[in-house]
């Protein structure tokens, strides 16, 4: 649930006299906030999901509107709305910015020069605090949700009451780095999926109905739009009270793909590690994660170095080189190097399968550790 442009256009449409001209098919953007926007300097401050006031004054610095509609684009704002009369006439909004608000998801209001912006502007800051309160209450039920069980019945009276039903298919995911959300909810918001973002240990989580029209597989390109991010799905459930079991799943997902250098991992695809998951006895996990890698681990310790890394890219390039070169982005001299140390260290060689796997399964297990409290 994020505040929506066409949330905020049905509330002060009549009220403040707006007209939309372009970008029709922005109108289900994520609105962060607004601003009041007379230059175009202060952009690059912009987090993402803003809403842009404008009477045009940035027109007197030499700013065209073009310039002004384009940047506001690239700062990935939800829309523009702007005073029409003393600095921008009507007719200074050609079609070929109209046509830019188009292809570029800009929704593009008017409002006449005589609405006070003190007026429009408390009115957004009203349904902006009412839709924050909202969002709030709503993450609030999803952090108890996914928390330990049981699932208080506070919280799924609140997950109903916004729509969410207690029986239906439900996928969890565990998101890292992701840093611009609106990049996310807008396309999301656009394509009809129930669904809500938020914040737990760390992470950006986010739950959504396994429904039409969104393939798991569109969902996930959504939101691994930058090299950065990484993710874990869950697997399905099939209930609310299973959101906890659903969002371990997830991240022990975004685990494995942060091990395995890969960009997303389904829990189905995390194969025989999901033994992990069913092993109670920490202090057994952690007595075989030293008994392999614990002098590698006061290796790295003591002389601050990054062996431990080595040896995980090492292991999952199956012991090629050059590949475990090219993943750590170092000389194949150095990870010759580092290799031969490690051998030494751990006193053994790494030519033996059995061995090989025992070590990866130790690194899994180092980091499925690093999850529990």
Request: with cysteine.
């Amino acid at each position: 649930m994020r505040m929506q442009v066409s949330t905020l256009y049905e509330s002060i449409q009549t009220k403040f006299r707006l007209t939309l001209l372009a970008g029709q098919s922005g109108l289900s953007n994520s609105a962060s906030w607004i601003y009041l926007a007379e230059d175009i300097q202060s952009f690059s401050f912009l987090k993402g999901g803003e809403l842009a006031i404008t009477t045009g004054l940035f027109l007197q610095t030499g700013v065209t509107l073009d310039r002004f509609v384009r940047m506001l684009a690239l700062s990935d704002g939800s829309g523009l709305l702007i005073s029409v009369g003393k600095y921008l006439k009507t007719e200074y909004l050609t079609p070929e910015i109209r046509e830019f608000c188009d292809v570029n998801h800009l929704p593009l209001f008017i409002m006449p020069w005589e609405v006070p912006l003190v007026d429009i502007t408390q009115e957004l800051c009203r349904l902006f605090l009412w839709g924050s309160r909202q969002e709030d209450q709503l993450s609030a039920a999803f952090q108890s949700a996914v928390g330990a069980p049981p699932v208080p019945a506070s919280a799924l009276r609140i997950l109903n009451q916004f729509g969410f039903l207690t029986s239906g298919n439900y996928r969890v995911m565990a998101i890292r780095n992701l840093t611009e959300p609106t990049r996310v909810t807008s396309p999301l918001n656009s394509s009809g999926l129930r669904y809500h973002l938020f914040q737990q240990d760390g992470l950006q989580v986010l739950v959504f109905a396994e429904t039409p029209p969104l393939s798991l597989e569109a969902v996930t390109d959504l939101v691994c739009f930058c090299d950065s991010i990484h993710l874990g799905l869950s697997d399905r459930a099939l209930s609310l009270t299973q959101l906890g079991e659903a969002y371990r799943r997830a991240r022990f997902s975004l685990t494995v793909a942060e091990a395995q250098m890969r960009p997303f991992v389904r829990f189905e695809e995390t194969g025989l590690l999901q033994i992990l998951l069913c092993t109670p006895d920490r202090t057994l996990l952690q007595s075989v994660s030293r008994r392999y890698l614990g002098p590698l681990e006061d290796y790295d310790a003591e002389h601050d170095s990054e062996y431990l890394n080595t040896l995980r890219v090492f292991l999952l390039s199956d012991g090629c080189l050059l590949d475990t070169a090219a993943r750590l982005h170092a000389h194949r001299n150095t990870v010759v190097y580092r290799i031969r140390r490690i051998r030494e260290i751990l006193g053994t060689e790494l030519d033996d399968a059995a061995l090989k796997f025992q070590l990866l399964m130790a690194l899994y297990i180092r980091e499925y550790l690093s999850l529990q409290p």
